[in-house]
Nanobody, 118 residues
C-alpha cells in the first residue's frame, strides 16, 4: 500500500517559516515527480511547488516564488517544502503528491494544516 505522510504543519505568525516533510512508503518515488498542492477553505486547489524526479527542475507559481523551496531526497524517499516569509493568505491544507504534475497526481497524502496569523 502506497502512503504519503505529511508533517510539519502548524500555526505561525506572518513573516515566519515552516518546513513541511513528506515521507513516502510502499513504492519508490525516486523516478517520479512530486509536488505540493494546497487548498484553502472556499478556494480552489493551488499547485504551489513541483519537482522533477531527479530534483534538477522545479516549478513555483508567482504567489509563492522566492518564498517557498521544494526539495527531494531520493535516498530517503522523501520530499520537503521550505516556506519562508509566510503570509496569512498561505493558510491552507497542504497536500503532498507523487507521480503526476499540476493537480493531476496518482498518489496523495492526507494533508497537513498550515495557519498563518496576521
Amino acid at each position: 500500500q502506497v502512503q504519503l505522510v505529511e508533517s510539519g504543519g502548524g500555526l505561525v505568525q506572518a513573516g515566519g517559516s515552516l518546513r513541511l516533510s513528506c515521507a513516502a512508503s510502499g513504492r519508490t518515488f525516486s523516478n517520479k515527480a512530486m509536488g505540493w498542492i494546497r487548498q484553502a477553505p472556499g478556494k480552489e486547489r493551488e499547485f504551489v511547488a513541483g519537482i522533477n524526479w531527479s530534483g534538477t527542475s522545479t516549478y513555483y507559481p508567482d504567489s509563492v516564488k522566492g518564498r517557498f523551496t521544494i526539495s527531494k531526497d531520493n535516498n530517503k524517499n522523501a520530499m520537503y517544502l521550505e516556506m519562508n516569509n509566510l503570509k496569512p493568505e498561505d493558510t491552507a491544507v497542504y497536500y503532498c503528491a507523487g507521480d503526476g504534475w499540476g493537480e493531476a497526481w496518482n498518489y496523495w497524502g492526507q494533508g497537513t494544516q498550515v495557519t498563518v496569523s496576521s
